[in-house]
Every structure is written in structure tokens, then in C-alpha cells.
């Protein structure tokens, strides 16, 4: 069964014609993609909204060095262009790494990709890099490759990319401006010299363009990521997202500056704002005109390992997979019937949600006319409301309307803590994940305890546990028909006190 | 006549990629420059290779055991910050003036 299309003429699209309502709200944000793309990215979890509820993905960490300096990393911790700030992951060697990536795809069949993001940048260390990918596409040709980069020396290794089973490749792309660049960027080393200020945002940022482009030639998907820096580069965005389109990156992704004066970056102890989650989602619903924008992105750990934020590295450390016995060929066999099996469930799950979504369209008698409300919806996989509210450590945030129900983004309710149980007591942490909830009205799970139930209730947030099991489009929609019906649409959305 | 590399190295391995004369290893605890093969760039590169890539500030020292990268030399740091945020992670400094 081929994917539900909304076929937009690509003259309109180019023309920024097609309008985040337009294309955002029939499917997903891929929908206007080309088949050909769609194809290659159907099971790539950080590409589509859909297939990271069904297939997962995991980086390794063979690339310590770095040739330039960004203000919101610290480089005692993992790159944070590809990875969450402040983390420090297991470094490999790229045998090493093999290991583990075969160990984790016999063990985990769906994890269908797999990328090198750092601890620093890839093209940095283009021997460690390109050893990992040539041992892997010979010995697990089934597994996708990606690499991510600041692309200063993409263009010296757009061909060896080519060569390789790497059909993905991610640009963090800050900025087009040097005047902008230097307030990121403090040194590049190019050349043989450490370059400063507007010179060396230059030259970076001519070779993430002349990069992206010979990419583009030679048939590689580039992703776009950039970093959301109020006041620095955040009216800039749109401008990026522009240029980078008409060049033919296919998804811009941008994610909010984590800057924590603990993390010892030079934008976290200067007191740089990171942007709030309305603040990212009125600038991702602005850069969408021009572009496909990605709004699930996780900011993963450079050593993550599993589906949808979860994170099983732990599972595989070293001095685990050293004592494993794989057997790699029957592995391919399973991996190969497994995800046959998910692209079906995946496919009915995209049916189902048009047909949810056709029947929210001829109801659409029962709520013209009235405002957009947000949800949270806590799942744990399969596009169903199905986790717990006291378990979930990130919510989806949906956006439903007369129009139908589109993704909005993600809210983690442990953005700021290193993950561990050392965080804080029970009460803050609720604290936190109301706070993260901000602007959401109500909170769909399968299951919430009593007190959360009060906070939440207390703070704006009605929690719901009715759709328990219900796919996740069909909750939210029959949550804004209730509120409809209960005429809670007809007024402005309350007040909501911050936790 | 060679450099050599101080406990600030976070060993990123940047520093051996680039150094024409193979004189950087990795070690423990952390890199080691061969002072027998480190010319100081001299007759390759107008600046040392090493001190140009290097992230980490006070990691690359001259034979005086002087930092070719003070601090806040390349993160902008101002340097009176950065005490301030040792103290931050450690706790158990003194903070003056609290009065
Ligand atoms: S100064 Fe030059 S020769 Fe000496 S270790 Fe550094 S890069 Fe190598
Ligand atoms: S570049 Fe600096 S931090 Fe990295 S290994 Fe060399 S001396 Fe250590």
C-alpha cells in the first residue's frame, strides 16, 4: 500500500505557496516530500514523526576531535549540535563500535539506523568515521547509515560520503550571516591556523553552502538542524530555512538552546536565554512556510540506543557486548521479518489516522469555527495513548482544530537533569512536568495517579485517562469534541498558573 | 625546542591528527607530545598545529610550562567567571562578600 499523499504542485511549494495549515494538518509533515524521499526515509525514526513510533535508532561515539568552537558547547561533554548538552558518552574505537552495532541490531531488530554524531564531529576524525561506515556496510548491509556535521570539511569529503551506504547526512547550520556567525562561533580551525570572529564564521559557513550543494548533486538526503538562539539568531531562522530549501535540503529541524551556567559553555555562564517551548513552536510554525519542518527531534545522547527518547545504552556498554555471542546472519534474517512486519503496522496506522482525520473533516459542522487548543499525550510507542502519566518522561504535544489534529513537538519533563534518580524529589519533578506542559490544556495518558491528577487540575491542565489504548489522533480528537460540546471552545483558553 | 600538553587535556585527539611530525600519542592520563620529534611546527606551519586546534584552554604549554591558550583566550570566557564556576560544581568554596 503506497503512503496517503497530499499532492502539492511543486511550483507552489517552491513558492512558499503551501502555508503550515495548508500541508501541515492532512498528514505528516513529509507528506509534500517527494516519493522517492518518502521511500527512503518511511522506517527512519528521526526523519518521520510516524516511523519513531516504530523503529529506533542509535549513534555511536568514535569521533573525539573537533576543528571548530561552538558558544553553546562545552567540549568536556558530547557535541551538542547532535546530542543533549552536558552529556559524556562511551567512547569507541570503530571496531569497537562495530560490535556494539551489531549487538544492538541482533538484539533490538528494529533499530533501523545507524549514526556517528560526535562526541565531536565526524568529518574531524575522517579516519575513525569512514572505518566505522565501510566495516558496517560490508557486515550489516541492512542497517542505514547517517552522519552528522558542522560541514566545514564537507567538501572535501562529499565524494567518500557517496562511496559508503550513507544515503543521510545532517548540516547544523546556525546561520548564512558571518556578522551572525561570530556571535556563535569564537574559532574555526581552517587552514592550518585558528581563525576568529567574522573570518572564521565565513569560512565555515561558505562550506556548509558549497557543502550541502555538492551533496545535493550527488543524490545524499540532507537534514538541516539549527540552534534557536534568542536574540542572536532567531529572526535570522527563517532566512536559513529559505536558503537551504532552495537548495534542496529536505528537512529543517531546529532545536532550542539548552544553555545552564553548570554546563561551563560560554552562552550557559554568560546568562544567554534558552527560548521556552512556545517560543520554538511560534518560530518552527513560521519557518514551516518555506519548508518541511521537523518537530520530534529528541536531542538525543551521541550514545543513544532505542525508540522514542527511551534510552537503552546502558544495556550496551563495552564491557557487556564484549561477552555477547552474535550471530549476525540469523539476526539479518529476523531483522528483516521484523520490519516487514512494523512498515505493515506502520501502514495501517497511517491509514487509520486519514480515516480518523477524514471523519473529524465531515464533522467539521460541530467545531467551525472555533480556536485551536494544544494536548499532551503521553505514549509509549504504536501511536497509541498507552503510558502512564507518572512514567512518561517526555509528552507529545498535538495541536487539534476544526482542521483536524496536527504534531506540534515534544515536551521532556527531565530537559534539564541528567536523567538519574539524583534530580530531585517527587514533588519538584511534577513541578517541572507541569511547567513543562505550559500552553497544553489538557493531558492524555493511560493511566495518572490522584495527585498529579489535583496539581495538574490546579494548574490548567484537565488530565484524561479515557482514551487509554485509543490511537492518538483519535483521543485528541474526541477530547476537542468533548471540549466543544462542553463549549470550552467558545471562550478564550483559561489562564494557566506556572508552576 | 617542543611543546607539551598539560592534566587540562580532555583528550579529544585533535591535536595528534594534525601534527606534521607525528609527535603527539595518546596516553594516560591524558596525551603526551615526543619532545625528540616536536619541532614546534617550525619549517611546516607558521603557528604550532597543536595550539591551533586544541579546544581546551592551558592544555598545550611551552617549555616553561606557559599556556599557548590562556584562559578565556578561546571560549571568551571572561576568566574572572571562571572560578566562580568550579565553585559552582565543587560546592565547598568560600564566597566572600556576603554581607
Ligand atoms: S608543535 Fe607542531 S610538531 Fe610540536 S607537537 Fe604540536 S603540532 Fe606537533
Ligand atoms: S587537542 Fe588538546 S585536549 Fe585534545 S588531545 Fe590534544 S591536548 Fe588534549
Not at chain 1, 530555512?241 to 554568560?270: C, D, Q, R, W
Not at chain 1, 494544544?374 to 507529545?396: C, D, I, K, P, Y
Not at chain 2, 616553561?64 to 571560549?75: A, D, K
Amino acid at each position: 500500500m503506497d503512503l496517503p499523499v497530499i499532492p502539492i504542485p511543486p511550483a507552489a511549494a517552491a513558492g512558499g505557496g503551501c502555508s503550515s495549515k495548508g500541508c501541515g494538518t492532512g498528514g505528516d509533515h513529509l507528506a509534500g516530500l517527494p516519493d522517492a524521499i518518502r521511500r527512503k526515509i518511511q522506517d527512519h525514526p528521526c526523519y518521520s514523526e510516524d516511523a519513531h513510533h516504530y523503529f529506533a535508532r542509535m549513534h555511536v561515539a568514535v569521533a573525539p576531535a573537533c576543528n571548530i568552537q561552538c558558544n553553546y558547547c562545552n567540549r568536556k561533554f558530547d557535541c551538542s549540535n547532535e546530542s543533549r548538552p552536558g552529556v559524556v558518552s562511551e567512547l569507541l574505537s570503530p571496531d569497537q563500535a562495530v560490535r556494539k552495532v551489531l549487538a544492538v541490531a541482533a538484539e533490538i531488530p528494529q533499530m533501523t539506523v545507524l549514526g556517528i554524531a560526535g562526541p565531536g564531529d565526524p568529518l574531524a576524525n575522517p579516519e575513525r568515521t569512514f572505518a566505522t561506515f565501510r566495516m558496517l556496510s560490508g557486515k550489516a548491509p541492512d542497517i542505514k547509515l547517517c552522519v552528522s556535521t558542522n560541514g566545514l570539511r564537507l567538501p572535501e569529503f562529499a565524494d567518500e560520503i557517496a562511496q559508503h551506504n550513507i544515503d543521510h547526512v545532517t548540516i547544523t547550520i546556525n546561520c548564512v550571516d558571518p556578522d551572525v556567525g561570530a556571535r556563535i562561533y569564537p574559532w574555526v580551525y581552517w587552514n592550518h591556523r585558528r581563525l576568529r570572529g567574522r573570518d572564521a564564521a565565513a569560512v565555515l559557513i561558505e562550506n556548509q553552502q558549497k557543502g550541502l550543494e555538492m551533496l545535493i548533486e550527488r543524490g545524499i538526503l540532507v537534514k538541516v538542524n539549527s540552534v534557536m538562539i534568542p536574540g542572536i539568531n532567531d529572526r535570522h531562522l527563517q532566512e536559513v530555512s529559505k536558503v537551504v530549501k532552495a537548495k534542496g535540503a529536505f528537512l529543517h529541524n531546529v532545536m532550542p538552546l539548552i544553555a545552564e551556567a553548570e554546563h561551563g559553555t560560554y552562552f550557559g555562564v554568560m546568562g544567554q536565554a534558552s527560548p521556552t517551548a512556545e517560543e520554538l513552536q511560534a518560530l518552527q510554525d513560521e519557518c514551516a512556510g518555506d519548508m518541511a519542518m521537523m518537530r520530534h527531534c529528541r536531542q538525543c545522547r551521541a550514545d543513544a540506543v532505542g525508540l522514542l527518547g527511551e534510552d537503552r545504552g546502558a544495556e550496551f556498554a563495552m564491557d557487556k557486548v564484549d561477552v555477547m555471542d552474535i550471530d549476525y546472519a540469523a539476526a539479518m534474517e529476523k531483522r528483516a521479518r521484523v520490519r516487514e512486519d512494523l512498515l505493515g503496522k506502520l501502514d495501517a496506522a497511517r491509514g487509520a489516522k486519514q480515516a480518523v482525520r477524514a471523519a473529524h473533516e465531515d464533522a467539521q459542522a460541530e467545531t467551525a469555527g472555533l480556536r485551536p487548543v494544544l494536548m499532551a499525550v503521553a505514549t509509549s510507542g504504536g501511536g497509541l495513548v498507552n503510558q502512564h502519566f507518572g512514567h512518561a518522561r517526555e509528552f507529545l504535544v498535538y495541536e487539534a482544530s476544526p482542521e483536524g489534529v496536527r504534531f506540534i513537538g515534544h515536551r521532556k519533563t527531565d530537559l534539564y537533569c541528567s536523567g538519574d534518580e539524583t534530580c530531585g524529589d517527587g514533588e519538584s519533578v511534577l513541578d517541572r512536568t507541569i511547567a513543562a506542559l505550559a500552553g497544553c490544556e489538557a493531558v492524555l495518558c493511560s493511566r495518572i495517579g490522584f495527585e498529579p491528577w489535583g496539581a495538574l487540575e490546579a494548574a490548567g491542565v484537565a488530565p484524561n485517562g479515557e482514551h487509554a489504548m485509543e490511537t492518538i489522533d483519535e483521543a485528541v480528537l474526541a477530547v476537542y469534541r468533548e471540549m466543544a460540546a462542553a463549549g470550552k471552545l467558545a471562550i478564550p483558553a483559561p489562564l494557566q498558573k506556572r508552576a | 625546542m617542543a611543546l607539551h600538553i598539560s592534566e587540562f587535556c580532555i583528550a579529544c585527539d585533535a591535536c595528534r591528527q594534525v601534527c606534521p611530525n607525528d609527535a603527539i600519542a595518546e596516553d594516560r592520563p591524558w596525551y603526551l607530545i615526543d619532545a625528540d620529534k616536536c619541532t614546534e611546527c617550525s619549517g611546516d606551519h607558521p603557528e604550532a598545529q597543536c595550539a591551533s586546534i586544541c579546544p581546551v584552554e592551558g592544555a598545550i604549554c611551552d617549555e616553561l610550562g606557559v599556556p599557548l591558550n590562556p584562559p578565556g583566550s578561546l571560549t571568551g570566557i571572561p576568566p574572572e567567571l571562571l572560578p566562580r564556576l568550579a565553585a559552582t560544581g565543587g560546592g565547598s568554596v568560600t564566597t566572600g562578600g556576603g554581607a
